[in-house]
């Protein structure tokens, strides 16, 4: 999946435009829970070495909230890396260069959106 599928993908099913926050970096677009304002992805255009990579091409990646749990069995596999300016523990950076199956990063998506949502408390009886 692409940068545009993606943004396709966030804003079609979770009905979220993208917000360009920062003006140094046009690049970066934010997805928010539109109750909470909550970020739940980022699509960013990065250098390669600020993935820990050798060389300078931009690459298209995202920021995801993730379970702690699969975060490090992910970061065993191409196109994860350890969290772009985010908490480590629980953030991933998900490369858009097709090296992670569609259905995957669509799951992926989906629990960032579920882990960042309004938590709703039980009233005590």
């Given at each position: ?5 993606l943004d396709k ?54 920021n995801l909230k ?60």
């Open positions: 999946m692409n940068r545009s599928q993908y966030i804003t079609d099913y979770y009905g979220v435009r993208a917000e360009r926050l920062f003006k140094k970096n046009p690049g970066f677009q934010a997805y928010r829970h539109n109750d909470t304002k909550k970020w739940f992805a980022m699509i960013m255009d990065l250098p390669e070495s600020r993935l820990g990579l050798d060389g300078q091409k931009i690459t298209d990646v995202v993730c379970d702690p749990i699969l975060i490090g069995s992910l970061r065993l596999e191409q196109g994860f890396y350890p969290a772009y300016h985010m908490n480590k523990e629980n953030w991933i950076t998900v490369a858009l260069d097709e090296r992670v199956p569609d259905e995957q990063l669509r799951m992926l998506v989906d629990m960032s959106y579920e882990l960042t949502r309004k938590k709703f408390r039980r009233k005590n009886k």
